[in-house]
């Protein structure tokens, strides 16, 4: 029988969540498909079909991306892409990755974009990895910061964060390319308030409440903590679940408070962006610890011109660039031209199909792993993965896609 893959009606909601819950390895068998229908938009919602058994899943939802300068896109965000381990090596994943998106070219959205579970799956549908994220542990007995923080920090409640946070974290990813917008049902679940049975929920936790020296919210932080000894001797730890700040002053802060709990002597943050501040912070910058670095969202141009002039570029130049792409969505030869403006957040750039020579040519993959700035031309060109057509071409695209902010995605998806 040929397997037929689609987009899902109403009433195979409940074999959907199913299948990506056998396809995950969750033995929930679909008993969370109550809770997960408010998630689901059923016209982005794709399985593959044996029968009237759903065996793969995807599902995607639109959210802005925001890119060097402030500028935003709309993105079409993949997630929950499984297959049944019955039904593996059938190409199901191929069809489902490429129906979805020839679906976000129809509706317009400029990019894809998705978080891979394994690297070597997505480079070939054309995604690049474009972020990336790390993990900081803290000995706070050697931890202090340099400068003293100004304002204050407050304990509250479940609810007051929960209120807080959407506006703190619009005003952090208006200054950080590559994070995306989160709508109620994220921060719901996020705070335990919407949950979903058979995954795994929230554990109590405090939430504190940064404010700068004019009282206003500057910083929010999500922590639980493990108290312990070790011959008699605290050996605590504190580890923050959400830490999000929106200014120099509340990440202080929010540092301030958790290297100085009582009875803790190790603090432990994830998801930190690659250019965290927090060594150049502390007096001993080896109290800082980073590990697992590692890629985190990749983006697959849809349509270049949209996204190559939504952002703004680091120094002018013009550079003209012949991209690959064999499901032809992105494919092309496109002339970007960056100037103008007075440069303090970039310069504004046009981008438009052109018969021009080109002079760099490159992956779909590639242009997602360089949009945002977190990878730079002339390191993939170094690499071969950017061939250059006329010499200097790599160093000029250097520097016009260069971002001074890391790109950072804080968003689970």
Same mark, same amino acid.
């Given at each position: 029988?040929?397997?037929?893959?689609?987009?899902?009606?109403e009433?195979?909601?409940?074999?959907?969540?199913?299948?990506?819950?056998?396809g995950?390895?969750?033995?929930?068998?679909?008993?969370?498909?109550?809770a997960?229908?408010r998630?689901?938009l059923l016209?982005?919602t794709?399985a593959?079909?044996?029968?009237?058994?759903?065996?793969a899943t995807?599902r995607?939802?639109?959210?802005?991306?925001?890119?060097?300068?402030?500028?935003?896109v709309?993105?079409?965000?993949? !997630?929950q892409?499984? !297959?049944?381990?019955?039904?593996?090596?059938r190409?199901?994943?191929?069809?489902?990755?490429?129906?979805?998106?020839?679906?976000?070219?129809?509706?317009?959205?400029?990019?894809s974009v998705?978080?891979? @579970?394994e690297?070597?799956i997505?480079?070939?549908?054309?995604?690049?990895?474009?972020?990336?994220?790390?993990?900081?542990?803290?000995?706070?007995r050697?931890?202090?910061?340099?400068d003293r923080p100004r304002g204050s920090?407050?304990?509250?409640d479940?609810?007051?964060?929960?209120?807080a946070?959407?506006?703190?974290h619009?005003?952090h990813r208006?200054?950080?390319?590559?994070d995306?917008?989160?709508?109620?049902?994220?921060?719901?679940?996020?705070?335990g308030?919407?949950?979903?049975?058979?995954?795994?929920?929230?554990a109590?936790a405090?939430?504190?409440?940064?404010?700068?020296?004019?009282?206003?919210?500057a910083?929010?932080?999500?922590?639980?903590?493990?108290?312990r000894?070790?011959h008699?001797?605290?050996a605590g730890?504190?580890?923050?679940e959400?830490?999000?700040?929106?200014s120099?002053?509340?990440?202080?802060?929010?540092?301030?408070?958790?290297l100085?709990?009582?009875?803790?002597?190790?603090?432990?943050?994830?998801?930190r962006?690659?250019?965290e501040?927090?060594p150049?912070?502390?007096?001993?910058a080896?109290?800082?610890?980073?590990?697992?670095?590692?890629?985190?969202?990749w983006?697959?141009?849809?349509d270049?011109?949209a996204?190559?002039?939504?952002?703004?570029?680091?120094?002018?130049?013009?550079?003209?660039?012949?991209?690959?792409?064999?499901?032809?969505?992105?494919?092309?030869?496109?002339?970007l031209?960056?100037?103008?403006?007075?440069?303090s957040?970039?310069?504004?750039a @046009?981008?438009?199909? !052109?018969?021009?020579p080109?002079?760099?040519?490159?992956?779909?993959?590639a242009?997602? @792993?360089?949009?945002?700035?977190?990878?730079?031309?002339g390191?993939l060109?170094?690499?071969g993965?950017?061939?250059?057509r006329?010499?200097g071409?790599?160093?000029?695209?250097?520097a016009?896609?260069?971002?001074?902010?890391?790109?950072w995605?804080s968003?689970?998806?």
């Open positions: 029988m040929a397997l037929d893959v689609r987009t899902i009606t009433s195979e909601v409940d074999a959907w969540c199913a299948a990506w819950d056998t995950s390895l969750n033995p929930a068998g679909g008993a969370d498909a109550p997960r229908r998630g689901l016209d982005r794709w593959a079909f044996d029968g009237d058994r759903a065996v995807l995607s939802f639109p959210a802005e991306l925001t890119l060097p300068g402030g500028g935003t709309t993105a079409g965000a993949v !997630t892409v499984g !297959t049944a381990a019955t039904h593996r090596r190409g199901l994943a191929t069809r489902l990755v490429e129906a979805e998106l020839a679906a976000a070219a129809r509706r317009g959205e400029p990019v998705l978080i891979a @579970s690297w070597g997505y480079g070939r549908f054309g995604y690049g990895a474009a972020t990336e994220h790390q993990h900081y542990t803290v000995d706070t050697a931890a202090r910061l340099i920090v407050e304990f509250v479940r609810d007051t964060a929960r209120a946070a959407p506006g703190l619009a005003r208006a200054g950080r390319p590559g995306l917008a989160r709508d109620g049902l994220f921060w719901d679940r996020l705070f308030i919407a949950r979903v049975p058979g995954r795994p929920q929230p109590p405090f939430h504190v409440l940064a404010r700068d020296a004019g009282g206003h919210p910083g929010l932080a999500r922590y639980r903590a493990e108290l000894t070790e008699r001797v605290p730890e504190a580890t923050a959400l830490f999000l700040a929106v120099r002053d509340g990440a202080l802060l929010l540092w301030d408070h958790l100085n709990l009582d009875l803790v002597t190790t603090v432990r943050v994830g998801d962006p690659a250019d501040a927090l150049w912070l502390l007096t001993d080896r109290a800082a610890r980073a590990a697992e670095r590692a890629d985190f969202l983006v697959r141009p849809l270049v011109p996204l190559l002039a939504g952002r703004r570029y680091a120094a002018p130049g013009r550079i003209v660039l012949e991209v690959d792409d064999p499901l032809g969505f992105a494919a092309g030869r496109f002339a031209h960056a100037g103008g403006g007075d440069g957040v970039g310069h504004p @046009s981008c438009e199909r !052109t018969d021009a080109a002079e760099l040519a490159l992956s779909a993959s242009l997602g @792993s360089v949009c945002l700035g977190g990878f730079g031309v390191a060109a170094a690499a993965r950017i061939a250059e006329i010499p071409a790599a160093a000029r695209a250097d016009m896609f260069h971002w001074p902010t890391a790109p995605c968003t689970w998806f």
